[in-house]
């Protein structure tokens, strides 16, 4: 995974990016959003193992379907956004998963994250897969979990996923535009 990882990485940053995996593991990312989810700063400790597969029990056999039948019955506009049809409506009115979609914990059981549901979001699975792949596991390797790490989290307060009009956001984009338009001002 890591291989795959390190070459999308060079295939999107180029050479010039100057950004290594091992940034990544230490929390430096070139992007301040991912996927419409901000990178906030939070501890992710690992919880004993009877919390952690007790939560997860829970979630598979309460939580998930009580928050799909929530969705359902309060967001069907934002859902059919993300292209959940009256078939996949249906399912989640009976509590079930949708095909292709995912029910997210934003902060991992894993981390210490709870089955509220402000932890949770349904998302397609492909850009869920990349807040693991390209933004948590990378942090957590070779960590010892269970006494707590800082790390960068993907955060958003939604519940139903929308596709963000860029996949990346990154802190300078702003400050560049101005400091340029003010050089041009200045030329004037
Ligand atoms: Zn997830």
């Known amino acids: 995974m890591d291989d795959k990882f390190v070459h999308a990485k060079r295939a999107s940053r180029g050479n010039s990016g100057g950004l290594f995996l091992s940034d990544f593991r230490n929390g430096r990312f ?110 957590l390797k070779n960590k010892v979990l269970e006494n707590g790490v800082k790390i960068k989290l993907p955060w958003t307060d939604e519940t139903v996923w929308s596709r963000p009009a860029q996949k990346y956001e990154y802190a300078n984009a702003a400050s560049v535009v101005k400091k340029a338009l003010m050089n041009k001002q200045s030329v004037r």
């Open 30 to 139: 070139p992007f301040t959003s991912i996927n419409g989810f901000k990178l906030i700063d939070v501890e992710y400790k690992t919880p004993p193992k009877d919390i952690r597969h007790e939560r997860r029990d829970t979630f598979n056999k309460e939580t998930r379907p009580a928050f799909l039948k929530h969705l359902a019955a309060t967001k069907e506009k934002e859902l059919r956004a993300i292209g959940i049809d009256d078939f996949g409506l249906e399912l989640m009115r009976n509590g079930k998963s949708v095909p292709g979609y995912n029910v997210h914990h934003k902060l991992p059981i894993a981390g210490g994250g709870k089955n509220e549901f402000g932890n949770l979001i349904i998302m397609p699975i492909g850009p869920h897969d990349e807040l693991h792949h390209r933004v948590i596991d990378p942090q």
